[in-house]
């Protein structure tokens, strides 16, 4: 998913693509301006932690994409997957569950 010669920017506007959110809602979700995303993504502008932090959290973005960009990348998605699993409510992750036993069920053995 992400290689160590992207930027911070580039991640956070690669998450937000695959979120399908514009910057105007991620944003008003972060509590930032659109032009404070807008500069973070393409003009190197540096966030602060807490803008940082609620950004990783929004967007599921494993930090260890930004931290450790040489982890491998099997180990940031299966991350980036718990931790919108954090996000369902009861009956998505129902869905889910009965998804993964099907998958698992339907494997050969």
Same mark, same amino acid.
């Given at each position: 998913?992400?290689?160590?010669?992207?930027?911070?920017?580039?991640?956070?506007?690669?998450?937000?693509?695959?979120?399908?959110?514009?910057?105007?809602?991620?944003?008003?979700?972060?509590?930032?301006? /659109?032009?404070?995303?807008?500069?973070?993504?393409? /003009?190197?502008?540096?966030?602060?932690?807490?803008?940082?932090?609620?950004?990783?959290?929004?967007?599921?973005?494993?930090?260890?994409?930004?931290?450790?960009?040489?982890?491998?990348?099997?180990?940031? /998605?299966?991350?980036?997957?718990?931790?919108?699993?954090?996000?369902?409510? /009861?009956?998505?992750?129902?869905?889910?569950?009965?998804?993964?036993?099907?998958?698992?069920?339907?494997?050969?053995?």
């Amino acid at each position: 998913m992400h290689n160590t010669h992207e930027t911070l920017g580039d991640i956070i506007k690669a998450a937000q693509q695959k979120a399908g959110i514009t910057n105007e809602e991620l944003a008003a979700k972060v509590g930032v301006s /659109e032009r404070y995303i807008y500069r973070i993504e393409n /003009e190197g502008k540096k966030p602060s932690f807490d803008v940082l932090y609620k950004l990783i959290r929004e967007l599921s973005i494993a930090p260890d994409s930004i931290f450790y960009p040489e982890k491998k990348e099997k180990d940031a /998605e299966m991350e980036s997957f718990v931790r919108m699993l954090y996000h369902c409510d /009861e009956r998505s992750m129902q869905i889910i569950q009965a998804t993964a036993k099907a998958a698992l069920d339907s494997q050969s053995k």
